[in-house]
């Protein structure tokens, strides 16, 4: 599990037969064999260590699933080693499960702060725009953000000056690609409604209350959520 915090940009080395190497300094001073690495907000084990190259298996799948088959080599990526039981949690809980892949149609800088317009070209989730949704969380090539508008198939987010510095986003323009993982509190609580929802009330039990406006705060407190 992650934070979305990223803690340093390394550089792809290479990407071929199931290998992805990519250098990272600081974060291979201290990394192991086994070590659960986000990069571009993807999970990956390492299986090699060749300092300052970290070396991951990646499968088809995750080729197939994320933006990393986009990626070229000397291209900076955004490194996030695993949190630790007392790690600080300044963004929100990333997974490194991509749901999916993104691409860039705005960047413009707007006051002290760039806004990036993102539009799903992707998803392995039928419903992952039911969990995008304004001022909720979400990951981008692993970077914990907020989403600021929603506009047909297009959403935004504002990038500090900060984090636009410290991360891949300075180096992304319009057209590229970018991974997405939404909130997992947001479509742990969708999926869990729709589910309840959809139970039929048999022995006498209680009809849900949901109207056909949505969810009602009864609804809520009945099932848990309150």
Known sequence: ????????????????????????????????????????????????????????????????????????????????????VNSD??????????DGIGRISVKKRTGNSIIVGIK????????????????????????????NEIESDIFFVSVIPLTYDETNLKFKKTGDYVNLESDIIERTVVNRLKDTAAEPAGGGAKKSSVSRSGLTMEFLAENGFM
């Open 89 to 98: 949690i300044s963004g929100h809980f990333v997974l490194g499960h991509i």
């Open 1 to 84: 599990m992650f934070s979305g915090i990223i803690k340093e940009q390394g550089a792809v080395k290479s990407l071929n037969n199931g290998i992805l190497s990519v250098a990272a300094k600081n974060t291979g001073k201290n990394a192991y064999i086994g070590q659960s690495i986000a990069v571009n907000g993807v999970c990956l084990t390492v299986k090699k260590i060749n300092y300052p190259a970290l070396y991951f298996d990646y499968t088809p799948a995750t080729l197939n699933d994320s933006a990393l088959k986009y990626l070229k080599i000397n291209e900076s990526v955004n490194i996030e080693p695993a949190l630790s």
């Open 120 to 147: 799903i070209t992707n998803s392995i989730d039928a419903d992952i725009k039911n969990y995008i949704i304004k001022k909720g969380s979400i990951s981008i090539d692993g970077i914990s953000l907020t989403v």
